[in-house]
């Protein structure tokens, strides 16, 4: 019962409206404000780390396309390479065969031009020394044949043969 | 009452001094002196409020230093209280956390010069406790409904036969006087322990200079029981809440 004493009702009382009053400010002013914004704010970094991870993830898969492009990118090169020097070997062979083609009917053909320049060369000549001889033997029959005659119509002969030369 | 309290040991503080001041033979002056826990109690309140108010009143994603401590606290608070309570403990969290923190401050006032804990007084710490006393039967009434709260307070196994009546209404009545206590039991811890602590610093001050390292370790220890029993009112509020709030089935229905 002493300790009843400490007690009153009045103060009971004024304590407890002391209390509703200040969780009704906190409530108002600050619980709800501060709650909401630890909230929105846990919201928004769940939010940016999900961004972050999905970005990841992205940025992942664009390496491994990349990787996967850059790979088959070489593998095509290489590929064009390979094929581009086939088809410069095969390119050099038939050049180097139509060159020497060519150059074999150039040869058959300077042989033929030496072997019809020759051929006429010598009809030619032979043309000539028949022209000659018939021109001598003119000579021969235009005159009386002697020693000394002969010996001239051959020196004629023989200078007519020199001029030709 | 006013008899009682002149009985006590106390270091005088700003009411007590006005009281005095004015004279506590007066109406007036006695008036003052018996409600000085409400002053100093309002006194908190405005603290307290103002403080809330100026820390949230620009909240902003980017929290400035007020804010920021404000945040500590109720994000620390609501983390304690729904890590007991569950997914509900939001719910709770405004009602238990202003009270651990206009306890605390309570508690801590009898350590500045000139001031008083409020919470030395049995009255104060029964208000707190008869409105926890109140929300929790409330909540559980809310909850279960009335035949179900009660359903809940006989409490299980039913048993066969005559036990089938006979113990529950024996644990309606326990678990009746049981509740009723709790608020006297809660009030009375905390009052006890600081008025404890601020008798003994008083006693200590009573010292002079002798008792200064003596009064430093007990501030000290003063300050560290002022934030224990806030921590233990606030967890004991909470466990009563899980009681009414946590049921759990009876094994074969």
Not at chain 2, 119 to 141: E, K, P, R
Not at chain 2, 159 to 170: Q, R, T, W
Request: net charge neutral; aromatic share 8%; with cysteine.
């Amino acid at each position: 019962m002493e300790l009843l004493k400490l007690l009153s009702t009045n103060e009971i009382i004024a304590q407890v409206l002391g209390f509703l009053i200040l969780l009704t400010l906190l409530r108002v002013f600050a619980w709800k404000k501060i709650l909401g914004l630890l909230d929105k704010r846990k919201e928004y970094v769940v939010s940016e780390l999900k961004g972050i991870e999905d970005a990841k993830a992205d940025i992942a898969k664009i390496k491994l396309e990349y990787a996967a492009n850059m790979a088959s990118i070489e593998e095509t090169a290489k590929e064009k390479l390979h094929q581009a020097f086939n088809e410069s070997k095969i390119i050099l062979e038939d050049a180097r065969k139509s060159a020497h083609l060519a150059a074999q009917e150039i040869i058959d053909n300077a042989k033929k031009s030496v072997q019809y320049e020759l051929a006429k060369a010598k009809d030619e000549l032979k043309n000539e020394i028949i022209d000659l001889t018939v021109k001598a033997a003119e000579n021969i029959i235009q005159e009386k044949l002697t020693g000394a005659g002969d010996r001239k119509i051959v020196e004629n002969f023989l200078g007519e043969l020199d001029k030709l030369e | 009452m006013a008899e009682a309290r002149q009985a006590q040991h106390e270091l005088p503080n700003l009411v007590s001094l006005l009281a005095d001041k004015i004279g506590r033979a007066t109406h007036l002056g006695e008036q003052v002196y018996l409600w000085e826990n409400v002053i100093f109690s309002l006194l908190i309140v405005f603290v307290i409020s103002l403080i809330a108010y100026l820390a949230s009143r620009k909240s902003k994603m980017i929290p400035d230093r007020l804010q920021n401590a404000l945040e500590v606290v109720f994000g620390g608070l609501d983390d304690f209280i729904c890590g007991i309570l569950g997914e509900k403990g939001r719910r709770y969290t405004p009602f238990i956390g202003t009270l651990f923190i206009y306890i605390l401050c309570m508690n801590l006032a009898g350590l500045i010069p000139l001031m008083k804990s409020p919470t030395s007084s049995w009255s104060t710490t029964l208000a707190l406790a008869t409105c926890v006393f109140v929300y929790v039967q409330y909540t559980g009434i809310r909850e279960l409904g009335f035949l179900g709260y009660l359903d809940h307070m006989m409490g299980r196994p039913r048993g066969i036969l005559a036990f089938s009546v006979f113990i529950p209404l024996m644990m309606l009545m326990l678990h009746i006087v049981s509740e009723l206590v709790r608020p006297i039991s809660l009030s009375l811890r905390l009052r006890s322990n600081i008025w404890g602590d601020d008798l003994l610093l008083s006693v200590l001050a009573g010292f002079g200079l002798v008792g200064v390292p003596l009064l430093v370790f007990s501030a000290l220890l003063a300050i560290l029981a002022a934030v224990v029993q806030a921590v233990v009112f606030s967890l004991l509020t909470t466990i009563y809440f899980a009681l009414v709030l946590t049921h759990e089935e009876e094994p074969g229905g």
